[in-house]
């Protein structure tokens, strides 16, 4: 392992060669006052990075950069919804879904190990991670008696199920048997959950024992709610924060006698929502907050060191029901910079090398480190015109379709062999409509979650794009409501296209996107026999498309258009700039790259080079109300909210 340390100094031991040379015995103990690994004390000194939100080729990368830092583990999540996107197909990396580049578990643990690391792995099945249901399947959904994160038979089948494929593989990697793994989480914050099923997490370890797993098993909580979450006789539980930190410290100190402390997640900073101010946690705080721990001493490891990029429709969202009965919602920007160590594009921040000083300062161990590999070049190509465009009736003409007599939530569709639909949009259309002059569409209950109503192919609605419009028809109001025409219309056309923006990723599990709390009324009659659409932007049928027009710069409402970005020699990580745009998806080559939104805060969405190519690239953008006369490019991240 070709490693240089700090100094430049060779003679100091590798990681593993400090705490493996002649075979590792034993694993991860927490059985006296500190850790030990191997029978040798040792402080976990983490970083996350979740596989999944980087791309593969840029995997060693990140993982060099984490161990050049002084860290000496990595933590990953590990995404249920990903690894099984349909009921009993799994998908390691070898399979042919969009994400499926992403998805090589085994060969990041493989990496981890070569750049001197060790890892933490939390399977689930509920990871949060600001990430798509929380890492659920949606076509769970499809089961009309499932309840999540307890005992629930249904549940616990699939769990059953999922648990005994992946935790074989996992159990490859542990430590003792000569791979990274020194421990598992079970579950995750469970006492935020609004559940106490404590039967339910023994049966987690459970399956974990059933399955070879012999490394430390670990709770993570808030330190606030006490053992809520966990079994203390059977984890060693964990906290989760970024603030008030000795107390906190303290706190868990308290609840494990005689036991080590480790923070699991001391937060770097904190994501972004789409209508929120840009977050923010100073180089300072973060820097003092984080000495706190090294010197209390506790182990620690940094949420997220680097955040990467939600990349498709796999952001996650929060909301809760507000004291006016309002219903508040903020889905996930695409971006997951999370004001890391590491941003978005990989580089280094400030916060790099405040950890790599404190760390230089705390850990007692020596052991040899990489220099920090020379940071990647991001690029601002030339802006690209748009070229041509398919409106939204010529992308449904080559679709499926579901006839149904009411309307149906996208996860009850009998698509995508009886799967559900899981991402993207739904498009309710009904034909042949009598529309008398300023007649009133009506949606029953909460629009899931955002809605476009087009009358003959004419977008009637409003346009979202600033924050005070989420406040209006459009967004996910109970009984939204809007005039479909000024004057009476014979045998009309009605679309109605919802767009999941994001499943919520804590605290509400049974949440069905599209329409389906209640009827869709003309005036006081309800409308009846609609045909649905999937529209979910699936690389092979994107890159199918054709009968493109020419592009018509008066054009408003949902459509596709096409645009070319030609690259003569290396392709570079860029940044697409959007704020010139409405609201929409970016999709380069066929890949759902993300999504963008000009009421803010991000108005650019991560391009990595890994997903372009030299000569000619496609640029696709679907925007939902009116189109820029160009794509632009950008060398950084750029954060602006847009209010009123």
């Not at 015109?385 to 003409?397: A, D, K, N």
């Not at 034909?431 to 007649?439: E, K, L, M, R, S």
């Not at 991560?606 to 925007?623: R, V």
């Amino acid at each position: 392992m070709a490693l240089t340390n700090f100094s430049g100094v060779s003679s100091l031991p590798t990681n593993y060669e400090y705490f493996a040379s002649g075979g590792a015995k034993n694993g991860l103990s927490v059985n006296g006052s500190t850790m030990r690994l191997n029978d040798k004390e040792v402080f976990i000194y983490g970083g996350a990075m979740h596989y999944f939100r980087v791309p593969r080729p840029y995997w060693r990368d990140r993982l060099k950069k984490i161990r050049a830092a002084g860290l000496n583990t990595v933590e990953t999540y590990v995404p249920w919804n990903l690894h099984e996107p349909r009921s009993g197909e799994f998908d390691f990396g070898d399979k042919d879904n969009d994400m499926s580049d992403f998805l090589n578990l085994q060969e990041f643990l493989t990496i981890a190990k070569e750049e001197d690391l060790f890892a933490i792995v939390r399977p689930g099945p509920y990871i949060c991670a600001e990430f798509e249901s929380g890492g659920f399947p949606s076509w769970l959904l499809r089961e009309n008696d499932i309840d999540f994160r307890n005992s629930n038979p249904t549940y616990m089948k699939y769990v059953t199920r999922w648990f005994n494929l992946l935790l074989p593989i996992l159990a490859m990697f542990q430590f003792t048997r000569g791979g990274p793994i020194i421990a598992f989480q079970v579950e995750n914050e469970y006492a935020l959950s609004g559940k106490h099923d404590l039967d339910y997490l023994r049966k987690l370890r459970q399956l974990m024992l059933d399955n070879g797993i012999k490394e430390l098993l670990v709770t993570s909580d808030n330190p606030p709610r006490g053992t809520f979450g966990t079994i203390p006789e059977l984890f060693f539980m964990t906290g989760n924060f970024n603030r008030n930190i000795k107390p906190q410290l303290d706190m868990l100190k308290s609840l494990q006698p005689g036991k080590p402390v480790m923070v699991m997640e001391y937060w770097a900073g904190w994501y972004d929502a789409w209508g929120s101010r840009h977050s923010n946690f100073p180089i300072e705080t973060f820097k003092e907050n984080y000495e706190i721990i090294l010197s209390y001493p506790a182990s620690v490891n940094i949420y997220m060191f680097h955040g990467g990029t939600n990349f498709g429709f796999l952001n996650g969202a929060s909301n809760n029901i507000l004291y006016d009965d309002r219903y508040y919602f903020r889905a996930v920007t695409t971006s997951y910079d999370y004001l890391s160590p590491l941003n978005e594009a990989g580089n280094y921040t400030d916060k790099y090398w405040a950890v790599k000083e404190l760390l230089q300062k705390y850990n007692k161990i020596k052991t040899l480190l990489p220099e920090p590999p020379v940071p990647q070049e991001t690029e601002s190509y030339p802006a690209i015109g748009i070229e041509q465009q398919l409106s939204l009736g010529e992308l449904l003409s080559s679709l499926p379709n579901v006839t149904s007599k009411t309307v149906l939530p996208m996860e009850k569709l009998d698509v995508n062999n009886h799967n559900g639909q899981s991402y993207g949009y739904i498009v309710y259309r009904k034909t042949n409509v009598d529309i008398p002059a300023n007649g009133t569409l009506l949606i029953e209950g909460r629009v899931f979650d955002t809605v476009m109503v087009l009358v003959n192919g004419v977008l009637v609605s409003p346009w979202l794009e600033k924050t005070s419009d989420l406040n209006r028809f459009g967004s996910y109001l109970r009984d939204s409501s809007v005039i479909l025409s000024s004057t009476a219309l014979e045998k009309a056309t009605i679309d109605i296209v919802v767009e999941n923006w994001g499943r919520v990723n804590n605290g509400i599990y049974k949440q069905y996107k599209g329409l389906w709390q209640g009827g869709v009324k003309l005036n006081d009659a309800y409308l009846y026999d609609w045909t649905i659409f999937p529209l979910e932007f699936q690389k092979k049928w994107t890159n199918s498309l054709n009968n493109w027009q020419t592009f018509d710069d008066e054009t408003v409402g949902p459509c596709l258009f096409k645009a070319n970005l030609q690259i003569a020699g290396t392709p570079k990580d860029t940044f697409v700039y959007m704020e010139n745009w409405k609201k929409g998806i970016v999709i380069v080559n066929g890949f759902v790259l993300g999504r963008y939104a000009r009421l803010g805060p991000t108005q650019t969405v991560f391009l990595p080079a890994t997903l372009l190519k030299q000569g000619s690239n496609t640029i696709y953008i679907f925007e939902h109300f009116k189109h820029a006369l160009q794509v632009e490019f950008s060398k950084t991240i750029v954060n602006t909210l847009h209010y009123q």
